[in-house]
């Protein structure tokens, strides 16, 4: 029996099942949010290389799990949600792995980051296949009707494991060393895969669909438009601690912290206001917020005005993902939703992507206070996109 054909559920059993399947991703962010605070540091100071060499090492993770999203979105398709979510799993092993062996091979700095370069595209990888297999496990075991829903909780695992897992990277390289990420993040994902073992995945979806350019088409006016929005956030994860370092500061991971708790507290809060006001409204609304926490980023005398613009940040990237993304998968039919998903997150991926090097030849030229103002111009570019996307919406595709 489909989701669709069972009874109605209260909207607690709705949420506690997509809470069960979001775990997944809850455990692959805290992998990916243990080194983020103190991997450029690291590759700056330790290994002696260039922050845009930094930005380009935090970036290639981002890069592989952009061009990895039409195999999961294939695999996902094709051989089942869990499978992906499995593989997915034993590239974060694979990655913790290369993570050690990169701090043995630290007294040749070349190779030593190369090889930490491969566990991060590995990691990228990993990010690919768990993210889309998640969402699309929420979809088929709650029903597409609750799309929104299932993006936001699976937002608020993510984010929520980068707000644990930034400050606890950091005093687990102080108090252990950096070598300890890496036996970490092994053990994480291993103790992942012991739990899924038994955990049934829903049926793979048959059916006609539209191949993955054709889905990628249709989806990238509203891509471009997350993409733009986006780039604040690989801003922010990126070069915060450089920034403070920069300014003299210290604290830099409470910075995440502030951006992932506001994150999760405005999807919390008010996830309900794109069923209620409509995707566009959200989303304009959102980019607004952010585009304003960006530049008090930029304009921050202080730590404290530091921590609000990272909360406004958050608070205004919060729905900004669901709130586009669900007017995105409207253009698609549904037998194309998984490819959808996987479409749309490649705007994300790519975003993210490209923050670090853009970010840190701007950095390199300009200072570090300056990546938050073209953060935030690159914003408000989105949000103008947006409002034209509001005007000529398309009727959802059958």
Known sequence: MSAQEQPPQSSMAITLQI?????????????????IAVLPGYVHEQL??????????????????????PMAGRMSDNVGTKRAIVYGLL??????????????????PLISLLVLIAGR??????????????????????????????????GIASYGAIAIGAPLGVVMVGQLGFASLGIALSVL???????I????????????????????????????????????????????????????WSGAAYCLTVFGVCFILARLLFISSISRFGGFPSAIACMTIETIGLALLWLAPSTGYALIGAGLTGFGLSLVY?????????????????????????????????????????????????????AAMLSVTGLCLTLLLSRRVTSPVS
């Not at 993210?131 to 009707?145: D, K, L, P, R």
């Open 19 to 35: 809470v069960s399947i979001v775990f997944y991703t809850f455990v692959a962010f805290l992998c990916i949010g243990l080194p």
């Open 48 to 69: 002696g290389f260039s922050a845009v060499v930094a930005g380009l090492t935090i970036g290639s993770q981002y890069l592989a799990t952009l061009l990895s999203r």
């Open 91 to 108: 590239g974060i092993v694979l990655s913790g792995g290369l993570t050690l062996l990169s701090v043995l091979l630290q007294s040749a």
């Open 121 to 154: 595209l590995l990691l990228g990888i990993a990010q690919g296949l768990i993210g889309v297999g998640t969402i699309s496990w929420c979809m088929g075991q709650v029903g597409a009707e609750h799309t929104a829903r299932s993006i936001s909780w699976n």
């Open 189 to 195: 994902a291993l103790a992942a895969l012991l739990l």
């Open 197 to 248: 073992r038994n955990k049934p995945s829903v049926p793979v979806v048959r059916g006609e669909r539209l191949p993955f350019w054709a889905v990628f088409g249709r989806i990238a006016p509203f891509g471009a438009s997350l993409s733009l929005a986006s780039i604040g956030y690989g801003t922010l994860t990126t070069f915060i601690t450089l920034y403070y370092i920069n300014r003299g």
């Open 322 to 374: 669901p709130a586009l993304g669900v007017e995105a998968i409207k253009q698609v039919p549904n037998a194309s939703r998984g490819a959808g998903l996987s479409a749309y997150a490649v705007f994300f991926d790519l975003a993210l992507a490209i923050a670090g090097p853009l970010m840190g030849a701007v950095a390199l030229n300009l200072g570090y206070p300056w990546i938050f103002l073209c």
